[in-house]
């Protein structure tokens, strides 16, 4: 095509010079032989488009009003080409005598135009057409394999992006379906952790959440029957002992009396169960905050022995105190005081009559230790591990006779672990009991 225009334009050059000087017989020898050698027809049209001269001798006289030909007259430029499929309704045009001299099927035609001009003047166009069918099969045999690749192409993008999203996404479906499950209340739901990197992270850290979930929600669940447990036992003697009142009128007064007394006792045992657990639960859901100030805990420890004297004398227990530092604290002195009196009372409580407690407060570092001995039953060592639980009693029975609720040494344990420390018990059964509680001092 390109090799067409050139050889047109080269050739309009030549064709101007005879047209110009009218060697008319000349120009036309001259546009038979290019046409053989250029493979096409070629015709010389005057000023207003009507053919001049024809390779092909036919249409000498006929006006030719294609776009190529009106670019160069009435538009003045000095080439133009293009490419034209034919119909049979033009059966008087151009193409279709062109197609008969040449016998040809061929629909498609290029036409190459050049200006012929004298000294800056159009004064004629010089008309290349040659047939293109093969040219164009070959440009749609490509455009159609083009469109073939093309869907070959999408299709298996599409097939990739396909099978992609399913193996991303069939995880996280799984993990939603487990998080809804969770929503509802289920807290044994686990995924698979199968592939690796990130999906696998993500797995296992919400199988680590889901476990967690249900541990927590397995020992509230064992904390409320515990707690409703212990709460029914009172309840439970003060029916008993309200009916028997109430169904024996002719009662004697002392025994009216005595009755009323056990009564007015499961209330403050009532009273104490329901304290501790409200100390416990809001330390659970973190809405008691440390409220620290300046404070010597061995002051804390005397007045704790002060107050638990009488309890001591009554049992004819020694309580003795050794006390080596001020042991100044910053930390929460209510909490502490608990801590203190806890761990007391239960060694007077568990301690038989006559025995004897020591209570030794020494800082070590950065810590302050305490702690608090008795010669009493002490603890049997497969107990030992359970006594910081919550309601976890050695013996219950007497727990219960001495007014004890389970729930101290889980009490003191929490908070101890509030302020950053730690408690241990070390026990022999029969040889008493030592327990350690060690603080940091944390002065501000
Ligand atoms: N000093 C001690 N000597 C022997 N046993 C103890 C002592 N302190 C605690 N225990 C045992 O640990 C259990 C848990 O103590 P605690 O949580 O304070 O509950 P309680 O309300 O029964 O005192 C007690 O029931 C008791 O069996
Ligand atoms: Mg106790």
């Not at 800082?363 to 107990?383: C, F, H, M, Q, Y």
Request: charged share 25%; with cysteine.
């Amino acid at each position: 095509m390109r090799q067409d225009r050139a050889n047109t334009d080269q050739l309009a050059a030549e064709v101007s010079l005879l047209y110009r000087t009218s060697q008319m017989s000349a120009l036309q020898q001259r546009l038979e032989t290019a046409s053989g050698e250029m493979g096409g027809r070629l015709m010389v049209l005057d000023e207003s488009g009507k053919v001049q001269l024809d390779s092909f001798s036919e249409l000498n006289g006929s006006r030719l009003e294609l776009p190529e030909v009106i670019g160069i007259l009435a538009l003045n430029q000095t080439a133009d080409y293009g490419v034209h499929q034919l119909n049979e309704s033009a059966d008087q045009s151009l193409d279709f005598h062109f197609l008969k001299r040449y016998d040809t099927t061929s629909e498609w035609v290029a036409y190459c135009t050049s200006a012929l001009s004298q000294d800056g003047t159009i004064i004629g166009v010089l008309l290349f057409s040659s047939p293109i069918q093969d040219m164009m099969e070959r440009l749609f045999a490509l455009q159609d394999r083009m469109v073939l690749y093309f869907l070959v192409a999408a299709a298996a993008a599409m097939a990739i992006a396909l099978v992609f999203s399913r193996v991303l996404t069939r995880p996280i479906a799984a993990l939603t379906r487990s998080i809804q499950r969770m929503g509802h209340g289920d807290f044994s739901v686990r995924v698979p952790t199968r592939g690796s990197g990130e999906m696998r992270k993500l797995s296992e850290t919400f199988n680590a959440m889901s476990e967690k979930l249900e541990m927590l929600d397995s020992s509230r669940n064992q904390f409320v029957s515990n707690a409703s447990h212990e709460l029914k036992t009172p309840l439970a003697t003060m029916k008993i002992l309200l009916e028997s009142i109430i169904y024996q009128p002719d009662m004697e007064q002392a025994v009216r009396t005595e009755f009323l007394t056990d009564i007015n006792k499961e209330i403050d045992r009532l009273n104490m169960i329901i304290g501790d657990l409200l100390t416990l639960v809001s330390m659970d859901s973190q809405t008691m905050r440390l409220n620290r100030t300046t404070f010597s805990l061995s002051q804390v420890v005397k007045d704790t022995a002060h107050r638990l004297q009488p309890v001591a004398e009554m049992h004819h227990q020694e309580l003795k105190l050794a006390i080596n530092d001020r042991c100044d604290m910053y930390a929460d002195c209510a909490k502490l005081s608990q801590v203190v009196y806890n761990l007391m009372e239960n060694a007077l409580k568990y301690t038989q009559e006559g025995g004897s407690i020591r209570v030794r407060l020494i800082r070590s570092g950065r810590d302050a230790v305490l702690t608090v001995t008795d010669n009493g039953p002490g603890i049997p060592k497969e107990d030992q591990p359970h006594i910081f639980d919550r309601f976890y009693r050695v013996d219950k029975a007497r727990s219960r006779e001495t007014g004890g609720t389970g729930l101290g040494l889980s009490i003191v344990h929490q908070m101890v672990l509030m302020h950053g420390g730690s408690v241990s018990v070390e026990s022999e059964e029969g040889h008493g009991a030592t327990f350690t509680v060690e603080l940091p001092i944390h002065q501000g």
